[in-house]
Nanobody, 127 residues
């Protein structure tokens, strides 16, 4: 089964940028739908963005649209999440997850759809 490991989190000032990476082992990122999720302190985990297997159809939740960019690098077997114009509400633990039954035409950030999860990487947006 695929294993996922997130990296790239850290402390950034409001308006700044970070790029998170989700590295896969034991499987190819192109064969799975990959989603990014986040959990702020005291809040439930929520979906942020996803990319399907195959052609790589992409989805963003409204709160990050225009600021976050998800991309897939098959050669490196990673899925990246570039985050720009960050604000304190973007703080939290960011997780990536893999959906082994992904459909190329669309993806969703419904958490029960995802079968494998990484351990998360923390992002703090603060001055």
């Amino acid at each position: 089964q695929v294993q996922l490991a997130e990296s790239g989190g850290g402390l950034v000032q409001p308006g700044g940028s970070l790029t998170l990476s989700c590295a896969a082992s034991g499987g190819r990122v192109g064969d799975y739908g990959i989603g990014w999720f986040r959990q702020a302190p005291g809040k439930e985990r929520e979906g942020v963005s996803c990319i399907t297997n195959g052609v790589g159809t992409i989805y963003y939740v409204d709160s990050v649209k225009g600021r976050f960019t998800i991309s897939r690098d098959k050669a490196k077997n990673v899925v990246n999440l570039k985050m720009e114009d960050l604000n304190p509400e973007d703080s939290g633990i960011y997780y990536c997850a893999a959906d082994k039954y992904s459909f190329e035409g669309m993806c969703s950030v419904r958490q029960p759809s995802y079968d494998y999860w990484g351990q998360g990487t923390p992002v703090t947006v603060s001055s």
